[in-house]
């Protein structure tokens, strides 16, 4: 059974940085991708940055490139999502998920997803 836990986030003032964790089991990071959505109150889930570690693939949506960093431990089977100079806007719930195969940030693309962890950006 294919698991998937985040945790890391947070309060965090305006140009602050958090680390979300994504604890895999259940799945190898050979065979699937890991990829970061988030959704924010009243709004649809939006794919934030996904990560194939087999292909060194990373892909990030264009409100966060240069501000996030996805990145994987294949020993502790983790994926992590290193957010910079953060801003209100970046709140939300932050969900990780999984698909076999290609690295997506289209949410009906994924077949399992974690229960996500709340990240709160103050003015």
């Known amino acids: 059974e294919v698991q998937l836990v985040e945790s890391g986030g947070g309060l965090v003032q305006a140009g602050g940085s958090l680390r979300l964790s994504c604890a895999a089991s259940?799945?190898?990071?050979?065979?699937?991708?890991i990829a970061w959505f988030r959704q924010a109150p009243g709004k649809e889930r939006e794919g934030v940055s996904c990560i194939r570690k087999s292909v060194s693939g990373t892909y990030y949506a264009d409100s966060v490139k240069g501000r996030f960093t996805i990145s994987s431990d294949n020993a502790k089977n983790t994926v992590y999502l290193e957010m910079n100079s953060l801003k209100p806007e970046d709140t939300a719930v932050y969900y990780c998920?999984?698909?076999?195969?290609?690295?997506?940030?289209?949410?009906?693309?994924?077949?399992?997803w974690g229960k996500g962890t709340l990240v709160t950006v103050s003015s």
């Open positions: 998920a999984a698909r076999w195969g290609i690295a997506s940030l289209v949410p009906y693309t994924m077949e399992h």
């Open positions: 259940g799945l190898s990071f050979d065979d699937y991708s």
